[in-house]
Nanobody
Framework: QVQLVESGGGSVQAGGSLRLSCAAS????????MGWFRQPPGKEREGVAT????????VYADAVKGRFTISRDNAKTTLYLQMNSLKPEDTAMYYC??????????????????WGQGTQVTVSS
């Protein structure tokens, strides 16, 4: 069983930056696909960025390429999402997720079976 706890959300103005953290415990941290997902108000959940927790290829949604960076620190069992050049359309509840390891970690939520409680990001214009 993997437990995930997100932190780092908040309110920023457009153009600003935030770094989200996801503390993972339980399971074998080096053996999962890890990802960030978000759910904007009134919209469906969407994949933002994913990576294999032990290192490897990263996958980004087109909407965040060049602005967001996913990374992990195995020593601290923490997943990060560095978000730069934030836009109002990035406003959403952001969730960390973990799922079975694959060669390419997908952006589809149904590939992940462990989820955090979410952290709110609000970007004002």
């Amino acid at each position: 069983q993997v437990q995930l706890v997100e932190s780092g959300g908040g309110s920023v103005q457009a153009g600003g930056s935030l770094r989200l953290s996801c503390a993972a415990s339980g399971g074998t941290y080096s053996s999962y696909c890890m990802g960030w997902f978000r759910q904007p108000p009134g919209k469906e959940r969407e994949g933002v960025a994913t990576m294999l927790s032990g290192g490897g290829s990263t996958v980004y949604a087109d909407a965040v390429k060049g602005r967001f960076t996913i990374s992990r620190d195995n020593a601290k069992t923490t997943l990060y999402l560095q978000m730069n050049s934030l836009k109002p359309e990035d406003t959403a509840m952001y969730y960390c997720a973990a799922g079975r390891a694959r060669w390419i970690c997908p952006l589809t939520g149904d590939a992940y079976n462990y989820w955090g409680q979410g952290t709110q990001v609000t970007v004002s214009s």
